[in-house]
T-cell receptor, first 112, second 111 residues
Framework: GESVGLHLPTLSVQEGDNSIINCAYS??????FIWYKQESGKGPQFIID?????DKRQGQRVTVLLNKTVKHLSLQIAATQPGDSAVYFC???????????FGAGTQVVVTP | NAGVTQTPKFQVLKTGQSMTLQCAQD?????MYWYRQDPGMGLRLIYY???????DKGEVPNGYNVSRLNKREFSLRLESAAPSQTSVYFC??????????FGPGTRLTVL
């Protein structure tokens, strides 16, 4: 999910398939990571988070994987639905100062 | 429990005009943030307030000022708007070691 100028990377997924969205972060000191979903015209909505002492965390239909060695985060959405169409972006933080660094996002388009 | 609310939702300004964007949260969060979001870019931090009575600059503070009026409210002021400030502005709040919760945004156009 890295920015390519004005155009976000797009992931087209068929309804019912699984989606995998990737994100690279740069700060090796980051210890808290979040995935957000943003629908058109709305504010970002929290999906799932993970701390650096874990490498996997599961929620309802979503799983976040963290690879600290290569500073990579991924979000897996199971059985993607039309309502999952949105921009997804990751954020990382070091809790000590409470500020987040945000990725530009990936546009997910779910097709019937 | 409304979460994070922002006013106005939309605003059009002429170059040189001033305005204040309002933000309030009812989650008793200590930290509050103002971001701008431009097409194809990640959210960029303008200012933040780690607690009531404190404010600090973020990544892109030039042209903006903030006020942490009380624990609930954090306003963003544009003293002399410029076309480069055309953007979508989001306010967020956060408890100590938790995620940030975002408001619905203010869509600002500066002509």
């Amino acid at each position: 999910g890295e920015s390519v100028g004005l155009h976000l990377p797009t992931l087209s997924v068929q309804e019912g398939d699984n989606s995998i969205i990737n994100c690279a972060y740069s700060n090796s000191a980051s210890d808290y990571f979040i995935w957000y979903k943003q629908e058109s015209g709305k504010g970002p909505q929290f999906i799932i988070d993970i701390r650096s002492n874990m490498d996997k965390r599961q929620g309802q239909r979503v799983t976040v994987l963290l690879n600290k060695t290569v500073k990579h985060l991924s979000l897996q959405i199971a059985a993607t639905q039309p309502g999952d169409s949105a921009v997804y972006f990751c954020a990382d933080s070091t809790d000590s100062w409470g500020k987040f660094q945000f990725g530009a996002g990936t546009q997910v388009v779910v097709t019937p | 429990n409304a979460g994070v609310t922002q006013t106005p939702k939309f605003q059009v300004l002429k170059t040189g005009q001033s305005m204040t964007l309002q933000c309030a949260q009812d989650m008793n969060h200590n930290s509050m943030y103002w971001y701008r979001q431009d097409p194809g870019m990640g959210l960029r931090l303008i200012y933040y307030s780690a607690s009531e009575g404190t404010t600090d600059k973020g990544e892109v503070p030039n042209g903006y000022n903030v006020s942490r009026l009380n624990k609930r409210e954090f306003s963003l002021r544009l003293e002399s708007a410029a076309p480069s400030q055309t953007s979508v502005y989001f306010c967020a709040s956060r408890a100590t070691t938790d995620t940030q919760y975002f408001g619905p945004g203010t869509r600002l156009t500066v002509l």
